[in-house]
Antibody, heavy 121, light 110 residues
Framework: QVQLQESGPGLVKPSQTLSLTCTVAGGSMSSGGYYWSWIRQHPGKGLEWIGYIYNSESTHYNPSLKSRVTISVDTSKKQFSLKLNSVTAADTAMYYC?????????????WGQGTMVTVSS | SSDLTQDPAVSVALGQTVRITCQGDSLRKYFASWYQQKPGQAPLLVIYGKNNRPSGIPDRFSGSSSGNTASLTITGAQAEDEADYYCNSRDSRGDHRRVLFGGGTKLTVL
């Protein structure tokens, strides 16, 4: 049973970089067909796709965040990471990591529990 | 605004059937996936593909699609089905790599 767990600072100062890591437990990251993804949810709002990495090196990002986002993977540690630069209060949100699976029509079948990140000085 | 459009709120009487819809041009090419989110919890996949349920999802949940509209139907809604429901799909524009989410529908079970 694959499980995902987010980790990282819960408080980030404006203009700094938000850095989160998602650890994959109980499964392999090396198998193809998965999109290791980051999704966020502003308080009381809907889900917003941030981006994903697949095949260990190919990335795709939400155009609205693309200039500030980097997603990377370390398969040896079974982790993938999110970096979001130049954050503002508008980046305050619950951040989820999730696994997209091509075999299930690219659905996000496994989610982490989420980690709340607040941007404030 | 979202490229996938959902009604903000829907209600259903206990034991009755409710349909939650999701509209968008991308749904003419891609199936929608559906997620249930209860307060304080991560989203949970309930339907993917044409009409597939992950293990553990009750069979009262079903999905369908016609034209630019995808639907999630709950047949015999239970109190525990009260939640927010989100649809998502690929974006059929551009390189088809972008992922879309609907704005969500809050389901109230009366």
């Amino acid at each position: 049973q694959v499980q995902l767990q987010e980790s990282g600072p819960g408080l980030v100062k404006p203009s700094q970089t938000l850095s989160l890591t998602c650890t994959v437990a109980g499964g392999s990251m090396s198998s193809g067909g998965y999109y290791w993804s980051w999704i966020r949810q502003h308080p009381g709002k809907g889900l917003e796709w941030i981006g994903y990495i697949y095949n260990s090196e190919s990335t795709h990002y939400n155009p609205s965040l693309k200039s500030r986002v980097t997603i990377s993977v370390d398969t040896s540690k079974k982790q993938f990471s999110l970096k979001l630069n130049s954050v503002t209060a508008a980046d305050t949100a619950m951040y989820y990591c999730a696994r997209g699976i091509a075999a299930r029509n690219d659905a996000f079948d496994i989610w982490g529990q989420g980690t709340m990140v607040t941007v404030s000085s | 605004s979202s490229d996938l459009t959902q009604d903000p709120a829907v209600s259903v009487a206990l034991g009755q059937t409710v349909r939650i819809t999701c509209q968008g041009d991308s749904l003419r090419k891609y199936f929608a996936s559906w997620y249930q989110q209860k307060p304080g919890q991560a989203p949970l996949l309930v339907i993917y593909g044409k009409n597939n349920r992950p293990s553990g999802i009750p069979d009262r949940f079903s999905g369908s699609s016609s034209g630019n509209t995808a639907s999630l139907t709950i047949t015999g809604a239970q109190a525990e089905d009260e939640a927010d429901y989100y649809c998502n799909s690929r974006d059929s524009r551009g390189d088809h790599r972008r992922v879309l989410f609907g704005g969500g529908t809050k389901l109230t079970v009366l």
